[in-house]
């Protein structure tokens, strides 16, 4: 009867620890979808975008032939965008993305017919929503990124949170913060 009381209480640490641990691996596995969730949407809105890129260069086009370069640079950018397949990489093309299209949009302001046309009116105007989706994607991203990487890294789920297999996620960071420090200018 003597051995009875140990015997209980190591079987009920045990069992705490088991619960903790249950509850912590959970909890980091939601976080982890949630996160990844979060890529999707960032990923959505920045193919949205993309594809909203060549009509809006065809538009400009018809009027501003003789700019070659900065289409070329635009179609560049946007297929940079497109195959980032990290928040680092997708930072780096979004600051090339936005010098571009404010290059596009300085050549669209050097032309009244296009700057009035029914159809550039409503690129512009879909593309402004597309970023102002894209923002509000990568601030639900990075607040996802920052509640996991502080759930793997708070004592004492750092002691086991890498042995289960989770690591910490990578903020949507643009590289060139002063490339995006103003959306691209689309006033007419």
Aim: hydrophobic letters at 45%; proline letters at 4%.
């Amino acid at each position: 009867m003597e051995w009875l009381v140990p015997v209980l209480i190591v079987v009920g640490v045990i069992l705490l620890a088991g619960i903790y641990l249950w509850a912590t691996y959970n909890s980091l596995v939601q976080l982890k979808v949630r996160v990844d969730e979060a890529w999707s949407g960032i990923t959505v809105q920045l193919k949205r975008r993309a594809d909203l890129i060549p009509n809006l260069i065809e538009t400009v086009k018809g009027y501003a032939s003789h700019e070659k370069a900065v289409f070329e640079n635009v179609t560049r950018a946007r297929a940079e965008t497109l195959s980032a397949g990290s928040p680092g990489e997708a930072g780096i093309a979004e600051g090339h993305l936005q010098q571009a299209l404010r290059s596009l949009f300085a050549v669209a302001e050097a032309y009244p017919q296009l700057q009035a046309s029914q159809n550039f009116l409503q690129l512009q105007q879909s593309l402004v929503d597309t970023e102002d989706k894209i923002q509000a994607a990568r601030r639900f991203y990075n607040g996802g990124v920052r509640e996991l990487n502080t759930k793997i890294k708070v004592f004492p789920n750092n002691l086991f949170a890498k042995g289960l297999g989770f690591t910490e996620r990578e903020f949507f960071e643009v590289a060139d913060s002063g490339a995006i420090s103003e959306p691209p200018r689309v006033q007419f």
